[in-house]
């Protein structure tokens, strides 16, 4: 029984990331390629290695190495960011977003995997605010 269950919610979910993948997405309120394509691509970036860090961090033998190497590209992403926004825009979420970066690598060079998750929550919950209060410049 457990392994029809468990094979259900594979399905389930499978089914749900393929609906995603091949939904059309909504146009951009930011018209210009030179912006909207580098900034997504980013956005992405820092996505992709913050998901990365939570799963290293819930290891018993978390290896710190491979965090600091993502909160490096999760830095850069953001150095990108900066660069390619018009008018600055994001300024003050970007300085929130590499000071919680800092606290990471901070928290990653002295292996304290418990700082680092609490980090992490609080990584998540900068996102969390800054995607409902940015993201609708992006969609319509």
């Known amino acids: ?3 029809v269950k ?12 393929g609906g995603a993948l091949t939904a ?14 580098p900034l997504r691509e980013e956005m992405t970036r820092l996505e992709m290695r913050f998901v990365d860090i939570q799963l290293l961090s819930a290891s018993d033998k978390v290896d710190f190495r491979v965090v600091l190497k993502a ?10 960011i900066r660069k390619v926004m018009p008018d ?3 300024q003050d979420a970007l300085k929130q977003l590499s000071s919680q970066i800092d606290g990471l690598q901070r928290d990653s ?5 418990a700082a680092l998750k609490g980090d992490l ?3 998540f919950e900068t996102c ?12 319509k």
């Open 6 to 17: 468990a094979i259900s919610l594979t399905l389930a979910a499978a089914l749900l990331f």
């Open 1 to 3: 029984m457990k392994n």
């Open 128 to 139: 969390f605010k800054c995607h409902q209060t940015h993201a609708p410049m992006m969609m």
């Open 24 to 37: 059309s997405p909504p146009e951009p309120r930011i018209k210009d390629p030179e912006v909207y394509i």
């Open 71 to 80: 909160l490096d590209e999760m830095e850069a992403a953001g150095n990108k």
């Open 109 to 113: 060079r002295r292996r304290d995997r």
């Open 121 to 123: 929550d609080r990584l």
């Open 88 to 90: 600055g825009g994001l």
